[in-house]
């Protein structure tokens, strides 16, 4: 996972983990979710406003940018669309999500399993292009390399999406007034300035 947000401020709560999980393990283990994301609260109150009146959401995590080739990518999960939830846990910083996959790491490899493992994150995602909620079971390895977010470059459409029922839970249809346009078969959401 890596914030969107360019700071130099790391948490005692992340630093301390990671030093525990280094003595633990001989090394800093990541679960790489493909995404950078960006956290909701964070932004400024006016754009906070449009995102809640429009989705119904008011805290969360904007995908900001999806790995090409990953599984994210491959589920569908676009730049714009909001995670409200991981694990069924409500996660409304970048802080507490790095919190969260640090501690679920240690105790998957607790149970033995070994590096380069997968672990499977169950996700609750806003689609603001389908104006529908979501969740979605999210694959994820388990490594001590540095995870490289790529930002992907081939549109997800139903058609190009094959064998990916398995990690689709539930679905909800939702209706917000987002403005829609058009852009070859895919759908892209904006908020225009007069909202």
Same mark, same amino acid.
Not at 6 to 12: A, H, L, V, W
Not at 112 to 120: I, P
């Given at each position: 996972?890596?914030?969107?947000?360019?700071?130099?401020? #790391?948490?005692?709560?992340?630093?301390?983990?990671?030093?525990?999980?280094?003595?633990?393990?001989?090394?800093?283990?990541?679960?790489?979710?493909?995404?950078?994301?960006?956290?909701? #609260?964070?932004?400024?109150?006016?754009?906070?406003?449009?995102?809640?009146?429009?989705?119904?959401?008011?805290?969360?995590?904007?995908?900001?940018?999806?790995?090409?080739?990953?599984?994210?990518?491959?589920?569908?999960?676009?730049?714009?669309?909001?995670?409200?939830?991981?694990?069924?846990?409500?996660?409304?910083?970048?802080?507490?999500?790095?919190?969260?996959?640090?501690?679920?790491?240690?105790?998957?490899?607790?149970?033995?399993?070994?590096?380069?493992?997968?672990?499977?994150?169950?996700?609750?995602?806003?689609?603001?292009?389908?104006?529908?909620?979501?969740?979605?079971?999210?694959?994820?390895?388990?490594?001590?390399?540095?995870?490289?977010?790529?930002?992907?470059?081939?549109?997800?459409?139903?058609?190009?999406?094959?064998?990916?029922?398995?990690?689709?839970?539930?679905?909800?249809?939702?209706?917000?007034? #987002?403005?829609?346009?058009?852009?070859?078969?895919?759908?892209?959401?904006?908020?225009?300035?007069?909202?």
């Amino acid at each position: 996972m890596i914030s969107s947000l360019q700071m130099g401020f #790391i948490p005692s709560s992340i630093i301390l983990k990671c030093l525990r999980m280094w003595k633990k393990f001989d090394c800093v283990p990541r679960l790489h979710v493909g995404m950078k994301l960006s956290t909701i #609260i964070f932004l400024d109150p006016i754009h906070i406003e449009k995102i809640s009146r429009k989705c119904g959401i008011d805290d969360g995590l904007i995908v900001i940018e999806v790995s090409e080739g990953s599984v994210a990518e491959e589920l569908g999960i676009k730049a714009g669309d909001i995670i409200k939830r991981w694990n069924r846990k409500k996660i409304s910083t970048t802080v507490e999500l790095e919190n969260l996959l640090l501690c679920l790491c240690e105790k998957h490899l607790d149970k033995k399993n070994v590096m380069g493992s997968n672990l499977d994150l169950l996700i609750d995602i806003f689609h603001v292009r389908k104006r529908s909620n979501d969740t979605i079971k999210l694959t994820v390895c388990v490594s001590n390399d540095v995870e490289k977010v790529v930002e992907g470059t081939y549109a997800v459409t139903k058609d190009n999406i094959r064998g990916h029922d398995d990690h689709k839970v539930h679905g909800e249809e939702a209706s917000h007034g #987002i403005n829609d346009e058009e852009d070859g078969d895919t759908k892209k959401c904006t908020f225009s300035e007069g909202d």
